[in-house]
């Protein structure tokens, strides 16, 4: 059983327009995603996709103007409100993507200690900051002291410290050197490899292939492929969805080509398939209705023409 499921997942805000209406702004829909444990899932897809946002569902801290259907289950139970709250930061850790998470009034030592479940809570601070490179005087600094690349470590060893069995780290590398970039995959992947998982949301898709198992692609708030990490190489043929091949194929390293258009936003989606204005596969019926995910080829995918 999945540690972690995500089924049809639908998230709206509510939208003042002219006047005293409002409207219901679609920023996700129909959204799938698994997590097993031992396991990392990169997610990737271009911003606006719906990556954060996903994570914020499942931890349960969206704003009070969202509305949420669907079902995220964790350890098989439903993630109710209640559930959430009792979860997050113990058996569910977040490593945000925004630094204006820490604690401004408080130094950065105490608060990775206070995420510390087992050992000696100063033992436990003080070994993960040298790990990430962070020198034992910063542990008495507050969150303005630091540099961004900073912050961003801090938040990573709160969350490396917790305990918890799935670790959602939402852009964690950002503002890193080399080596503490390398430092903190690496531990990503160990923490999988004790049993434990992870779900690695980034715009580094390279970065992304040195450490997981398998790559959810996000387009305009929807699942469009699951792929198995060994299926992003050469020309991309071993991919499913035409969005996957080319934003495979549009990285530098690779052909460089762009995609025509852009990801529509959420107050424009058209009618079908998303990604049907840019597809070159695209046919009358793509404009009609939004596939559903499928199986296909050990993975999963979202269009009708892939095979």
């Known amino acids: ?24 702004l679609n920023v996700i ?10 396991e990392i899932l990169a997610v990737v ?41 009792a979860l997050r930061g113990k058996e569910i850790a977040l490593v945000p993507q925004s630094v204006n998470y820490l604690d401004p009034l408080m130094r950065v030592g105490k608060q990775v200690r206070t995420a510390v479940k ?27 002291q630091l540099s961004g690349g900073m ?4 938040l990573l060893a709160t969350a490396m410290v917790s305990g918890a069995k799935v670790i959602i780290a939402d852009e964690p590398t950002p503002g890193l050197d080399q080596a503490v970039m390398n430092e903190a995959l690496n531990n990503l992947r ?22 997981a198992d398998k790559i959810a692609v996000f387009y305009a708030g929807t699942t469009v492929e699951v792929a198995p990490v ?3 190489a050469g020309k991309g043929e071993a991919l499913r969805h035409p969005y996957s091949k080319a934003l495979w194929r549009a990285l530098p390293q690779n052909e460089f080509i762009p995609i025509p258009g852009s990801q529509p936003h959420p107050s424009a989606l058209p009618p079908g398939c998303l990604f049907e204005p ?22 999963l995918v979202r269009c009708t023409h892939a095979t």
């Open 29 to 38: 829909s129909s959204l799938h995603v698994t997590l097993e444990e031992g």
């Open 230 to 232: 060994d299926n992003f």
């Open 190 to 211: 160990e923490f999988a490899d004790n049993g434990c998982a992870v779900m690695l949301i980034t715009h580094d898709i390279e970065s992304a292939l040195t450490i």
């Open 45 to 85: 897809g271009a911003s606006g996709s719906g990556k954060s946002l996903l994570a914020h569902a499942i931890l349960g801290i969206l704003p009070n103007h969202a509305t949420v259907s669907g079902s995220i289950k964790y350890e098989g139970e439903e993630l109710s409100h209640e559930r959430q709250h």
């Open 278 to 299: 840019r597809c070159e596969k695209a046919s009358p019926h793509c404009g009609k209705t939004q596939p559903e995910m499928r199986n296909l080829r050990n993975g």
């Open 118 to 144: 087992q050992g000696d809570a100063v033992a436990v601070q003080r070994e993960v900051f040298e790990r990430y490179h962070l020198r034992q005087e910063v542990e008495r600094m507050y969150p303005f």
């Open 151 to 154: 912050a961003r470590r801090t």
């Open 1 to 24: 059983m999945p540690i972690l499921e995500v089924e049809d997942l639908s998230i709206s805000f509510k939208q003042d327009k002219v006047g005293l209406k409002q409207k219901q």
